[in-house]
């Protein structure tokens, strides 16, 4: 389905109530939903198809501002100017949107869950054109804090008790990556961000140090560290725009010099083979009495060379990662899907190869011994099985009920709770030979066959399904 229309007026921004952050598609199918007189209740499911193959679980994220942009979801009347000129919908159509509200009830997993792969980390419960309409925000809203969430917990992990910060907004893909990624880096452990957007957002604590241009607009490096310490006595000064040991020398020197009047922080290694260095420096600062000065290291790092960092002792006190962070390099994407599992009453699913779906509403329940999770079971809704349901309500009748999460460090300590009593082996940076268990249970198994059955029963003799 397109428009032929190429002069077309400027679309509103994507932030304006929402209405046009949908695929087009989406909004064919709501109209086609309310020509037909479908207005049938409907369940969609959101689940991740595949962890990424360098992932052990992932980290659900995001939900507290979703649920914020579903409740304030509306068609603007640019929203309906825009749509009238691609000449695709009829007027009463139109004029209809400028009266959408969504009504539904939302049940999601806690902000900072783990959870694997085919598990509903979300369903969406209302009449069916207004559950489809949400698609592509639901998806893009939960995927980017998901999948950033889990890259800074394998980076929060391999750091090892040492503090994270985030230097990573210049890099992210977009305003929206940056923002949302450092919301989701604090959830996921990381102790600070440098995007001052994100710190007044979030109530994050922020931090930074200086560039190398700074130095470089100076005669000398040293003369560059005496005027931005009387500027900011209390600074971390980057030691390695020439020559980094020189620099550790030249701070050692300035430190000196000032003597009991000496408030600097620290040192920051940005280059070069950061585990000697680091050596060096730490003793070179000891043996001139600044052992509390602190080091911090940055400049491309992830969380395999921070792991190794840390395992070969290196001693540096914080790590500032940034663009591996920030576009989540090793895993990028999520296989992350939003399916319709239910309407009018009835179980619907999905057969095609490698993309079979399962029937209802659902739920998940974890089952725990001595405080370390050992399976899940997905099981339909109205199932009691083991362990402790992980969706709960949060949205009833299109208006929220879930708190909302104006404290990050609650989720914070949550997602650490829970990822703590997740087994060693799921936790490991390294992918397992021996994934978590995740069960179909058996009620929702034996709904999903015979319903397949069903299903195989009425296509066409030529058609075949594989298993």
Do not use: W
């Given at each position: 389905?397109?428009?032929?229309?190429?002069c077309?007026p400027k679309?509103?921004?994507?932030?304006?109530?929402?209405?046009?952050?949908?695929d087009?598609?989406?909004?064919a199918?709501?109209?086609?939903?309310a020509?037909?007189?479908?207005?049938?209740?409907?369940t969609?499911?959101?689940?991740?198809?595949?962890?990424?193959?360098?992932?052990?679980?992932?980290?659900?994220?995001g939900l507290?501002?979703?649920?914020?942009e579903?409740?304030?979801?509306?068609?603007?009347?640019?929203?309906?100017a825009?749509?009238?000129?691609?000449?695709?919908?009829p007027?009463?159509?139109?004029?209809?949107?400028?009266?959408?509200?969504?009504?539904?009830?939302?049940?999601?997993m806690?902000?900072g869950?783990?959870?694997?792969?085919?598990?509903?980390i979300?369903e969406?419960?209302?009449?069916?054109?207004?559950?489809?309409?949400?698609e592509?925000?639901?998806?893009?809203?939960?995927s980017?804090?998901?999948l950033?969430?889990?890259?800074a917990y394998?980076?929060?992990?391999a750091?090892?008790?040492?503090?994270?910060?985030?230097?990573g907004?210049?890099?992210?893909?977009g305003?929206?990556?940056?923002?949302?990624?450092a919301?989701?880096?604090?959830?996921?452990?990381?102790?600070?961000?440098s995007?001052?957007t994100a710190g007044?957002r979030?109530?994050?604590?922020?931090?930074?140090?200086?560039?190398?241009?700074?130095?470089?607009?100076?005669?000398?490096?040293?003369?560059?560290?005496?005027?931005?310490?009387?500027?900011?006595?209390r600074t971390?000064?980057?030691?390695?725009?020439?020559?980094?040991i020189q620099?550790?020398r030249n701070v050692?020197?300035?430190?000196?010099?000032?003597?009991?009047?000496c408030?600097?922080?620290?040192?920051?290694?940005?280059?070069g083979?950061l585990?000697?260095?680091?050596?060096?420096?730490?003793a070179?600062?000891?043996?001139?009495?600044?052992?509390?000065l602190?080091?911090?290291a940055?400049?491309?790092?992830d969380?395999?060379?921070?792991?190794?960092l840390?395992?070969?002792?290196a001693?540096i006190?914080?790590?500032?990662?940034?663009?591996d962070?920030?576009?989540?390099?090793?895993?990028?994407s999520?296989?992350?899907?939003?399916k319709?599992?239910?309407y009018?009453?009835?179980?619907?699913?999905?057969l095609?190869?490698?993309?079979m779906?399962?029937?209802?509403?659902?739920?998940?329940?974890?089952?725990e011994?001595?405080?370390?999770?050992?399976?899940?079971?997905?099981?339909?809704?109205d199932?009691r099985?083991?362990g402790?349901?992980?969706?709960t309500?949060?949205?009833?009748?299109?208006?929220r009920?879930?708190?909302?999460?104006?404290?990050?460090?609650?989720?914070?300590?949550a997602?650490?709770?829970?990822i703590?009593?997740?087994?060693p082996?799921?936790?490991?940076?390294?992918?397992t030979?021996?994934?978590?268990p995740?069960?179909?249970?058996?009620?929702?198994?034996?709904?999903?066959?015979a319903?397949?059955a069903?299903l195989?029963a009425?296509?066409?003799?030529?058609?075949?399904?594989?298993?």
């Amino acid at each position: 389905m397109a428009s032929g229309n190429m002069c077309l007026p400027k679309a509103p921004s994507a932030r304006e109530g929402g209405g046009l952050f949908v695929d087009l598609y989406e909004l064919a199918m709501l109209r086609a939903y309310a020509a037909l007189g479908m207005e049938g209740q409907a369940t969609f499911s959101v689940f991740v198809r595949q962890l990424p193959k360098e992932r052990n679980f992932l980290i659900a994220c995001g939900l507290d501002e979703l649920l914020d942009e579903i409740e304030q979801f509306h068609f603007s009347s640019q929203d309906v100017a825009f749509l009238r000129s691609l000449n695709l919908f009829p007027a009463d159509f139109l004029e209809g949107l400028r009266r959408f509200r969504f009504a539904g009830d939302v049940f999601a997993m806690a902000e900072g869950t783990p959870f694997f792969a085919n598990e509903p980390i979300l369903e969406v419960r209302a009449p069916i054109g207004q559950a489809q309409v949400l698609e592509t925000l639901v998806l893009n809203r939960l995927s980017l804090q998901t999948l950033l969430a889990s890259k800074a917990y394998r980076v929060v992990a391999a750091a090892a008790g040492r503090q994270v910060m985030d230097f990573g907004a210049r890099r992210a893909q977009g305003a929206d990556a940056a923002i949302g990624g450092a919301r989701a880096f604090a959830i996921a452990g990381v102790g600070q961000t440098s995007l001052l957007t994100a710190g007044a957002r979030y109530h994050l604590p922020v931090a930074g140090t200086m560039a190398h241009s700074f130095i470089e607009a100076f005669p000398s490096e040293a003369e560059a560290f005496a005027a931005f310490a009387e500027l900011y006595p209390r600074t971390v000064l980057l030691v390695d725009t020439y020559d980094a040991i020189q620099g550790v020398r030249n701070v050692i020197a300035l430190a000196q010099e000032l003597g009991s009047n000496c408030l600097l922080s620290g040192i920051r290694l940005d280059s070069g083979d950061l585990l000697s260095l680091s050596k060096t420096a730490r003793a070179m600062l000891d043996s001139a009495g600044l052992g509390h000065l602190k080091v911090v290291a940055s400049g491309g790092l992830d969380e395999m060379k921070v792991d190794a960092l840390v395992k070969a002792g290196a001693p540096i006190d914080i790590f500032g990662v940034g663009t591996d962070m920030s576009v989540s390099a090793d895993a990028p994407s999520l296989d992350i899907s939003y399916k319709l599992a239910e309407y009018a009453g009835a179980g619907r699913m999905k057969l095609s190869t490698g993309k079979m779906t399962f029937p209802g509403r659902k739920q998940v329940f974890r089952r725990e011994e001595n405080g370390v999770a050992t399976d899940d079971v997905i099981s339909l809704a109205d199932e009691r099985q083991p362990g402790a349901p992980l969706l709960t309500p949060v949205m009833r009748n299109g208006k929220r009920i879930a708190p909302r999460a104006t404290d990050l460090s609650m989720l914070r300590n949550a997602a650490a709770r829970a990822i703590a009593a997740l087994p060693p082996e799921i936790r490991a940076l390294d992918p397992t030979p021996r994934p978590f268990p995740v069960a179909i249970s058996p009620r929702l198994q034996s709904e999903a066959e015979a319903l397949r059955a069903r299903l195989i029963a009425d296509l066409p003799p030529a058609a075949s399904v594989a298993p």
